[in-house]
């Protein structure tokens, strides 16, 4: 007897699912060992240095569509981010449409005419890579479906379309286990088959950095980023209060498991090229993920030249994998280091206050004895500084960074 396709599709899933690890589609059992303390447990491989790429979100917001991700992704390319590092191309919320017969999510037709396989495809092509988004409630922050109950079908169904990348965000989740939901879509995409980096957008609510390292690639540290210096706004914050929520969680962060405080406002507008330079180092020298969130087909030269500086994404790429840290404090002003592959420190002169400020950092604050002599460059200049034996100090402009390298 023929099979009807609703009927079909629905021993497919059943199918999938009995030869899944428990999913959230049951009940969770509480006497079950928490995920991130069982031993069999294994990360993915991905992310070995901080991932970079570019999402809708930031600039777009809502305002998604076929036609934007891929004049994105030639942009991408002609303006040289794809070969300065920029390899993910990533949809945010608002693409689904609604799910089928099935259960299985489908783009909104309207929006994607040609459908995610296809703008996959494309992205592909141009040598870079292809994410996606959704949420671990029942919708997402944008109303459409979430995942929740359907996390291997939405898991499946990104690996037929040739997703790379997915962020999975926390809106609509009730009284849901962070721990359980994040874990239930890691094996998802595990079981998938196809290597699906994993962006946890959980807003540092559950303190995933405790738990999460052989679940999430990254994992949100605060609410979301917005265009702004300082302060609280709805519920976004500006630069410099997610920079100290970041700042005390270095010790989490390593090789395939980052800490993320937020993506990329640089060249939005809402700060200043300076302060722009000051969001772009603070970053790198943190070791967070490069998400660019701007316009890239009609960046300023100024954008492009912050975006692509090779040797401040350098520091972020770094093979050692640890996150730099504020090494010292006084008032506005503040030094950050970050240990590099092959010896050597990159170093960021911080200057928070609204006049220009001299910051010195001494070689105590690295653990270098007092007498080594290091050679210094200004990243930023692309300027070899000579040997510095003991200390180095700079005139940092208002908002500015002076980031250097320091090589012994």
């Known amino acids: 007897m023929r099979c009807s396709p609703l009927l079909a599709g629905l021993a497919a899933a059943a199918l999938l699912a009995s030869s899944l690890p428990a999913t959230a589609q049951d009940a969770p059992d509480p006497n079950r060992m928490p995920a991130s303390q069982d031993p069999a447990r294994t990360v993915n491989g991905l992310a070995r240095t901080p991932q970079m790429g570019w999402n809708s979100w930031n600039r777009f917001a809502c305002n998604v ?26 949809i945010d919320d608002c693409w689904q449409g609604a799910r089928d017969a099935d259960g299985f999510i489908q783009a909104d037709a309207t929006r994607f005419p040609s459908g995610i396989k296809a703008l996959a495809d494309y992205v592909h092509a141009k040598g870079l890579k292809f994410g996606i988004y959704s949420d671990a409630g029942a919708k997402t922050c944008g109303g459409r479906p979430g995942s929740q ?19 999975y965000d926390w809106c ?7 721990e359980e939901a994040y874990a239930t879509m890691a094996d998802a995409l595990k079981a998938s088959g196809r290597p699906i980096l994993f962006s946890m957008c959980e807003w540092g609510n559950n303190q995933p950095w405790l738990w999460a390292q052989k679940i999430g690639n990254s994992w949100r540290t605060s609410g979301d980023i917005t265009d702004k210096w300082s302060g609280k706004h709805g519920y976004s914050w500006g630069l410099t209060n997610i920079v100290d929520m970041n700042a005390p969680l270095w010790p989490h962060a390593g090789p395939g498991h980052w800490n993320d405080p937020d993506m990329l406002e640089v060249g939005n507008g809402g700060m200043t090229d300076v302060e722009y330079r000051s969001h772009f180092s603070l970053w790198a020298i943190m070791a967070a993920p490069l998400i660019a969130g701007n316009d890239v087909a009609n ?5 492009h030249a912050i975006l692509t500086n090779r040797e401040v994404i350098a520091v972020d790429q770094d093979a050692l994998g640890v996150q730099g840290r504020r090494v010292w404090k006084e008032g506005d002003r503040e030094v950050w280091s970050k240990p590099l592959a092959g010896g050597g420190r990159a170093l960021v002169l911080f200057n928070r206050g609204e006049a220009p400020a001299e910051i010195r950092a001494d070689w105590a604050m690295l653990d270098y004895p007092q007498g080594l002599n290091l050679a210094a460059r200004d990243l930023w200049t692309h300027r070899d500084l000579g040997k510095h034996r003991g200390s180095i100090a700079a005139t940092v402009a208002p908002h500015g960074v002076v980031m250097l390298r320091l090589k012994p």
């Open 299 to 303: 960046m300023t030269p100024e954008t």
């Open 65 to 90: 569509s076929e036609k934007l991700i891929r004049d994105t992704a030639d942009a991408l390319v002609a303006s040289g981010m794809r070969d300065a590092g920029y390899s993910y191309v990533v």
């Open 149 to 167: 109950g359907h996390e291997y079908q939405d898991a499946l169904q990104y690996a037929r379309w040739g997703v790379d990348y997915l962020k």
């Open 172 to 178: 609509s989740t009730g009284t849901r286990n962070a």
